[in-house]
């Protein structure tokens, strides 16, 4: 699949800070997974009683991690510092040795870049009507600052056991709140329907123990192929709605999920006389959708 992204930001931004750690710890955790010394990014240098010196580790066969100076990449000064170090060490018995793992270091990035994936992954199902809703501002202001903790850390859930491949999305509940999710590796990343979007308000801190409920996969269309905004709806209760149609400025259709399950349904809309109209036919189903949105006014530049 192509694509067209600024360079600036989607491509050398996003690409440096999310893309580059959120590919190292997928290839380090999938199956069968790796530990975190055989990440493939290294500081390029650890440091010895205090010496720093520029080197590379290694873990051996045995499981032991191996410590290799690389002369070539020392100043003689440093190499010299380095040996009289260690000659001090031999004497004593003991050195002490440190050294820093990157991706560690970026365990941030790696969280907001499992936000940004499952953003892109509802995305590709619902196209814009999904990614511009409002109520969906503090994701967009995660995946921008994606090195910073914006949003509570209750976004996302480690499953024990379980590898989600290829990743998928869909409907659940978690703690009794209704989610939307991506299924992603070994992670669960819940996002908030738009009748509720204090979702991280109302989820536990601690995932420990819980089980997702009422799970429902969503595929829709491979390819977006809707046109105009978009809204889902899980039996009565709307999850998404595009702002445009919300405030009737645009038409567009809704996707009825039913919640037993079941082939989803399109709805249009209708005009108030054929609505009158239909509601006179025997086979007429009449649902109250029960949203309580409020909406940014259209003055705020969003």
């Known amino acids: 699949m192509t694509t067209l992204l600024c360079r600036r930001t989607c491509n050398n931004a996003y690409g440096a800070m999310q893309d580059k750690w959120f590919g190292e710890y997928l290839n380090l955790i999938r199956p069968p997974a790796s530990g975190i010394l055989h990440a493939k990014h290294q500081d390029g240098h650890f440091e010895v009683d205090g010496q720093r010196i520029n080197g590379r580790y290694q873990v051996s066969g045995n499981g032991r991690i191996q410590f290799l100076v690389l002369v070539y990449k020392n100043s ?48 590709r199902q619902l196209g814009y009507s999904w990614a511009l809703q409002s109520h969906l501002d503090p994701i967009r202001e995660q995946i921008r600052k994606p090195d910073q903790q914006v949003l509570p850390k209750s976004f996302s859930a480690a499953c024990t056991n379980v590898y989600f491949e290829p990743p998928w999305i869909g ?65 009565d209760r709307l999850i998404v709605g595009p702002d445009a149609m919300l405030r009737g400025t645009v038409p567009g ?36 959708v029960r949203p309580d949105i409020r909406l940014p006014s259209r003055d705020t530049g969003r």
């Open 76 to 123: 003689p000064e440093a190499m010299s510092a380095f040996d009289q170090r260690m000659a001090e060490a031999r004497f004593r018995g003991s050195f002490q040795l440190s050294f820093s793992v990157p991706i560690l270091v970026n365990k941030q990035v790696i969280n907001s870049a499992f936000l940004t994936a499952a953003y892109l992954l509802w995305f």
């Open 171 to 235: 409907t659940g509940y978690i703690a009794g709140q209704l989610v939307l999710f991506a299924a992603i590796s070994n992670r669960i990343v819940f996002l908030p329907p738009v009748d509720h979007p204090n979702l991280y308000e109302l989820l536990p801190k601690d995932f420990s123990g819980l089980k997702s409920d009422e799970v429902k996969p969503l595929t829709l269309s491979r390819h977006n192929e809707f046109y105009g905004p978009l809204g889902l709806l899980l039996g």
């Open 253 to 288: 259709h809704m996707i009825l999920l039913p919640p037993s399950g079941g082939k989803p349904r399109i709805l249009s809309q209708i005009s108030d006389e054929e609505y009158e109209r239909l509601l006179d036919l025997p086979n007429a189903v009449r649902t109250n």
